[in-house]
């Protein structure tokens, strides 16, 4: 199955999941594929329909995040991998990232052809400040302290619809503490940063919150038994 694609114009790169033995492995392939229209809102609803209650569950706790977090993110299932849905500025679905769990990796990829929008829940209010998190799963996480939250697929790429969808609003973003994945990325340090700056020079009022040293990200922080109140202490 393909996990992932990327490129211009509807050509791109393929991720193929699967060897062609069927073996482990990943085999790569490029092909001129025009990119297909997709009912995403359809698919996450599908997938949504697929989730087991005890596997939800036994994957929750895996995780350390609660059910009503994930159903509010419009978890799903699609045969392989955990789904969430990405929107954009307009509440859109645009795609649909996976998070695999039986140990492959890399152990996150997005169904083709995904455009990276937000993970947003579906009861987000209009509280102040929201909380900006790294990842789905962070996202998930500080929801489930029942704090209002919107998740970046990417601290670059999803700048400019923080803007545009809460541009009235002081945001908090809760930055990871992690170095950088290889050569050529940037840690959490960096993409803090750079979201910021943009997000000061449009004028919102942004502040950062981050972990304590030796924890990750805020999921492990709220795990390790953080809570609401290490949140609004800033």
């Known amino acids: 199955t393909i996990s992932n694609v990327r490129g211009k114009n509807g050509h791109g790169y393929m991720h193929w999941n ?3 033995a069927g073996g482990p492995g990943v085999r790569h392939e490029t092909r001129d594929v025009p990119k297909p229209v997709v009912d995403w809102a359809g698919m996450a609803e599908h997938f949504v329909r697929a989730v087991r209650a005890a596997a939800l569950q036994a994957f929750a706790a895996s995780m350390s995040l609660t059910i009503p977090a994930l159903r509010d993110l419009s978890t799903g299932w699609d045969g392989e991998a955990w789904t969430t849905p990405m929107v954009n500025a307009k509440s859109k679905i ?3 990232q996976r998070r695999f769990v039986n140990g492959r990796e890399p152990n996150k990829a997005c169904h083709w052809p995904s455009k990276g929008g937000m993970f947003v829940p579906a009861n987000l209010n209009g509280e102040s400040p929201l909380y900006v998190a790294e990842g789905a799963s962070d996202t998930a996480a500080i929801a ?3 704090l209002p ?3 970046l697929f990417s601290a670059g790429g999803n700048v400019a619809q923080v803007i545009e969808m809460f541009g009235d609003r002081k945001v908090v973003l809760v930055a990871d503490n992690d170095a950088p994945a290889r050569p050529g990325f940037v840690g959490g340090y960096e993409r803090a940063a750079a979201f910021t700056a943009r997000i000061r020079k449009a004028g919102m009022d942004v502040r950062v919150l981050r972990p304590p040293a030796g924890i990750k990200d805020a999921r492990a922080w709220i795990a390790s038994g953080a809570g609401r109140r290490d949140f609004a202490d800033i």
């Open 149 to 151: 939250v919107v998740g």
């Open 18 to 20: 699967d060897s062609p």
């Open 144 to 146: 489930g302290l029942g």
């Open 94 to 96: 645009v795609g649909i």
